[in-house]
């Protein structure tokens, strides 16, 4: 299996920066290819700009579908962006390690999937949802929350975390065909002990250790 695992943390210590080293080991030791994308060790510019392109479309005004359109069919992305969606068309799994961030992904990984998921290359012409241009690729998120669990449930105090989470799962990876697995979710990691942070890890390496054989989640979920 060939994996692409993205963390968008800052601090490559912290919890999420775990998982993520717990997650690329435990699929190598199993003999899958993985290849990564530390966003904030790459420095990636989440903004998007002409610099996402080598190519010019329409040089008086910034469309930046267009702009996509247009380097979808002549080679025209910036070698950064052309980088990560190669990852993306490469990988048979895509992994997302972040830390939930105002009901959210950080702003680092929204601005890799606005610069990365370009139109022509990534989904366009009708290529969406189940006639997507990854459809038969599976994705999971590994999420981190600051509260506990019984906070984001419905009618909890933050609302029900399926809710929360249905933008990225639908309006981002299931958008461009990718089928969705359950959400790894570690509730409020900081308010745990060292031996709970551990069993939490082990529980992540244990899960992805037979992710081949998971199916995805029901439309409805998502």
Known sequence: ?????????????????ALFRA?????????HEVRTSDLYAMGFDPASSRRNFTSVKEAGFLKLQIEEMH??????????????????????????????????VPAILKGWVD??????RVYGQGRIYDSGVFRGKRAVLSVTTGGPEASYVRGGFNG???????????????FVGFDVLAPHI?????????????????????RLRRIEEERPIEVGEY
């Open 186 to 206: 570690v509730y409020g990691p900081v308010r745990q002990s060292d031996a709970q942070r551990s069993e939490v890890v082990a529980a992540w390496v244990g």
């Open 160 to 174: 029900d975390i399926n809710a929360i989470l249905r933008p990225i799962h639908r309006g981002m990876l299931r």
């Open 23 to 31: 997650a690329v080991e435990a699929l190598e030791s199993a003999g």
């Open 71 to 104: 380097a979808t069919d002549v080679g025209g992305f910036a070698p950064e962006i052309e980088a990560e969606i190669r990852k993306v068309e490469w990988c048979d799994l895509m992994i997302w390690q972040f830390p939930l961030w105002w009901f959210s």
């Open 1 to 17: 299996m060939k994996t692409f695992a993205v963390v968008a943390h800052p601090e490559p210590r912290s919890f999420n920066g």
């Open 115 to 120: 610069r990365v998921f370009a139109m022509g």
